[in-house]
């Protein structure tokens, strides 16, 4: 009664008691219908009808609860009105015919009354305390600040082509007619200020935020959009804004935890979380629980042999495509599914099911309100994340914080200290040398250049067109799309001069010039279905959206209003190709080719920056740069590393080597945790003996229980005795 006091000024007509027809709720219904109460009748249902219960038993069976499934042996599931009055007799010697009624039709009130619920969600930026900033000694607002940090900082140049860049994107920041969002640079800013003055290395970008001078000028990121030619708009854009998009800046640290950590003592923890995940139910995975859960007699190796048969899936392919092509084509499926017709039952019905929920790597919410006042949330282990996934959050008005740890940034932090160099952006970009290591296909430790089809486009690029542009297209090139296309060999031809950079139709070539005529970035497809295709800057991202995630459905009007318009107003489109195929659908295709695989210009130039540091600091800081990348590298990667470096190196020395790489007389020292089976104790045992004049003397000093027959013969083949007894047979 004190319950319906306090409720019912507040719901009136829509408040509702809930009366749930089973064993375990009859007292608390008995005390609900002595009062005058509206009621609803409900019964728990976990699943669409009673056939779905074996879907139910595999996926308790391939989850946390599978010791637990007794637990749910009833079938729980949506029933119809005549089940409902069957279920009902069990409980009529309290519950009257009427009252039933009564409840059942209040049901239909309270789903009407849901399906005309427009939930509309308040755009959670978090108010930052721009007073307490420490430039902000004036009483400034907040957008006097941003530019008062832009100056102070250095990177607002005074030149009108900054000047204006810079007011064209406060206003889209700031006067769009749905959210001021200047409180997310502030927040951004005051982060990455945080990182630099607690030894926090912070990357110079990552994805289209690198195209904003605001974020530039503010140390968000580091690299200048206006000499690198980056587009704010593919970042955001005033009627994206309106239209409902918010911004995304993921930025790339050189410690995760510390940063998450900031935030959320900064802000609070109900108002910082991370983002949860919802991992799918894929066609090998379901065949794989299916089977498991049906036929535990059928081994792993079994049911791991069927799914081997399944070929890859195609670029637009879903994954029920995918599932359905291989049960018409695939001839050891369909004889599986004739030996075993109730797995193909379920798999049918299971394929596409949430299976596990998990929590994003990087995503981060960061709110005004307390996030339990509008969101859901679940507990993960010991910790509460926001139980919706990154997609989701935009619409209830989140803006996701992407924080990545990226281990290279460690190399790059520990060699810089090692050479005592503060501002690592401060290298010069044009450097010879640099890229003389980069086309001699040198690039062992270097970010997103280590690989074989890297180096392969790399090792025939001239030196005299070398530049971290051309870093960033060789990136982009060498991808699956380009690459599947034979794009790569044209853009080597073109750079070489030996192929014409001429571009797909003679109205790109303005804006394709810098890239050879070719369409290498994602901004290069915007522009082409705008100037080709008629759309507008917001239709052409949503052209460049759909071909990222092979969206046919989305993309087939767009295509047939790209090609209506480009027929129309270029009729040289009209010529034929291909058979089957005009100008403009070829055009068509390549753009897919290139947008389904290709990166942003901000994101590839953000990252081949980083790749040019590497390389900077490698060739004329070797020895800090190699000490720098065994420290933080994994045991597969200080295989290779030393295999690479090995002229530099000293393996690990009986009296010089330490627990930490060192450089020492021009060469790096390997310690002892690099050699395996040498525990802390046994190393304490060599430190505190040390030195040593020979192998004898050393076996006379140690404590033979901490340093045992392994850890010696592990020193041995480690060399740690070579200097000692150069004779290795000895």
Partial sequence: VDKHLELFPIFQKNLFYELILSERNIDKNKAILNFDFQNVVTLDSYIPGPEYKGCQNIMIENSDYSDKKDEFSEVKSIISFEEMLEKWKQHAYYFKADKLIEAIKNSNIVGNECSQINLVFKDQVVNYPHLLHPLNTENLSKEELVWKIARNYGRLKDKPIYIDRFKYEMDDICNNSRINLIDYFLVL?????????????????????????????????????????????????????????????????????????????????????????????????????????LHPELDFVTVNNITKTF???????????????????????????????DIQIEVDRLLGYNRQSGVHPCGLAITQDPILDFAPTRINKDSRVLDLVAGDCEKSGIIKYDILGLKTLKYIQTCSSLIGLEDIYSIPLDDEKTFKAFIEGDTCSVFQFNSDVAINILTRLPLSKMSVDILSMTTSVGRPGPMGNGQHEEFIKRVNGISFSTPPHYALEEELKDTYGIMIYQEGVMKASQILGGLSPAKSDDVRKAMGKKKASILKPFKEVFIKHCHEKYPDTLQQHEVGKTKAEHIWDL???????????????????????????????????????????????????????????????????????????????????????????????????RPYSSFDDFLNKVNKTKVNKTVVTQLIFAGCFDKLHPNEYQ
């Fill in 189 to 293: 800013e005051d982060l990455c200020r945080w990182c630099r003055e607690n030894g926090i290395f912070v990357g110079p970008g990552r994805g289209s935020g690198a195209g904003s001078l605001v974020n530039y000028c503010l140390r968000v990121t580091n690299l200048d959009p206006i000499t690198n030619k980056l587009l704010f708009e593919r970042f955001i854009s005033k009627g994206r804004i309106e239209a409902g998009t918010l911004p995304d800046v993921d930025l790339d640290f050189s410690e995760q935890e510390p940063v998450r950590n900031y935030l959320i003592e900064k802000y609070g923890s109900d108002r910082v979380m991370r983002i949860g995940t919802f991992q799918t139910l894929k066609t090998l995975g379901s065949i794989k629980d299916v089977s498991k859960a």
């Fill in 311 to 341: 070929g890859k899936k195609d670029q637009e392919e879903s994954e029920v495509q995918f599932y359905e092509r291989n049960k018409e084509e695939n001839e050891t499926l369909k004889t599986f599914f004739k030996k075993y017709p």
């Fill in 591 to 689: 753009m897919a080719t290139f947008s389904g695989y290709g990166f942003n210009k901000s994101h590839s130039m953000s990252y081949a920056l980083i790749g040019y540091i590497c390389q900077y600091l490698k060739v004329h800081h070797p020895l800090e740069w190699w000490c720098a990348c065994f420290t933080h590298a994994s045991d597969d990667q200080l295989k290779e590393y030393y295999h690479a470096a090995k002229d530099w190196c000293i393996h690990p020395e009986i009296n010089g080597s330490t627990q930490d790489f060192r450089i020492v007389d021009n060469k790096v020292y390997f310690p002892f945790s690099s050699i395996k089976k040498l525990g802390p104790k046994a190393t304490e045992e060599i430190y505190k003996n």
